[in-house]
């Protein structure tokens, strides 16, 4: 029996640990969270996604002895070092758990799109958005539909700043059409040049440039290019950035680097889920999840 660590308890780590304890391996489970989910708990709203599945996947863990779970965990450098020492292989699935803001200090009205998923699903803090009258949601994926879907909720007009057409965003499409039902607007072929403040470093709105579509780029989608000389003013007083998330590694190990088939540049420490794929779906999560735990057992059985 070996002993594996998994950081993180969204559905790659999760999973894995899962497969994992099949073979009869010990795996604890750390995640700083109070609950199993990862993302999905902390980020997917309960009216677009019901968490019962996740009290199921929870009872099956909690009932099996090879598995531990260690909530409200943090880990850090020292923990991970401390991981590594007593552990024959760690596997990071943490997630893309850093948030792109594109040089904007966040506050007074700027926010990033995860963090208001957070506030609102597992803080439940609606007061604190409340008190703003026109949102701006920049971004075209899931998260940006979820960020407007939910302040829709709470607020009167709200508006998703795209840089594409509809037809390159990213969201699923059910997702945009149910955002239009809510009425939550859509401004596209827009993007946010800069955010702008009053004296007392409040948002007041959002330099907007308008855009138009060339070539496919490396995504496959037409490439956004600003039109000269478009600028225009669009008042607002809370922007909610969903405008894509990347992975730290250097939070666990300053030399730690993403490798090949889920392995990292470290002996015994591996990489699933999201923080490996970059943001994808809960279904490539649970693939990752098996895949990287079948690259642990052969590490096992070299």
């Known amino acids: 029996m070996k002993k594996i ?34 993302a999905i708990y902390t980020g997917i709203p309960e009216y677009r996604m019901s968490k019962v599945f996740l009290d199921k996947v929870l009872q099956g863990l909690t009932a099996d002895p090879n598995v531990t779970l260690q909530f409200n965990t943090l880990i850090d450098q020292a923990a991970f070092a401390k991981l590594r020492a007593e552990y024959d292989a760690v596997l990071l699935a943490p997630g893309a758990q850093v948030e792109n803001t594109f040089g904007f200090e966040t506050g007074k009205g700027i926010v990033a799109g995860l963090t208001l998923l957070y506030d609102l699903n597992i ?52 997702e945009i059409r149910d955002a239009k039902k809510e009425g939550v607007k859509f401004d596209l072929l827009r993007n946010i040049k800069d955010i ?62 993403s490798g090949e088939n889920h392995h990292t540049n470290e002996d015994r420490v591996f990489i699933a889920g999201d923080a490996y794929t970059g943001p994808k779906t809960i279904g490539s999560a649970l693939i990752e999840g098996r895949a990287v735990a079948k690259e642990i057992l052969a590490d096992f059985n070299k």
Not at 15 to 30: N, P, W, Y
Not at 205 to 224: H, Q
């Open 196 to 257: 702008k403040h009053d004296d007392q470093g409040n948002v007041t709105g959002a330099e907007i440039l308008k855009m138009e579509l060339g070539e496919p780029d490396e995504s496959g989608r037409r490439s956004p290019h600003p039109v000269e000389g478009s600028e225009y003013f669009l008042p607002a007083d809370l922007v909610a950035m969903a405008i894509g998330q990347k992975v730290d590694l250097k939070v666990f190990d300053e030399n730690l680097e």
């Open 123 to 174: 803080k439940k803090n609606h007061d604190a958005y409340k008190k703003y009258k026109k949102a701006l949601v920049w971004g075209g994926g899931n998260v940006a539909m979820d960020c407007a879907r939910s302040l829709i909720r709470i607020l009167d007009d709200v508006t998703v700043i795209y840089r594409r057409s509809e037809e390159e965003i990213t969201a699923n499409k059910s």
């Open 5 to 38: 660590a998994v950081i993180g308890a969204g559905p790659a780590g999760y999973t894995a640990a899962q497969e994992l304890s099949k073979d009869g391996h010990a795996v604890t489970i750390f995640d700083k969270e109070t609950a199993l989910g990862g």
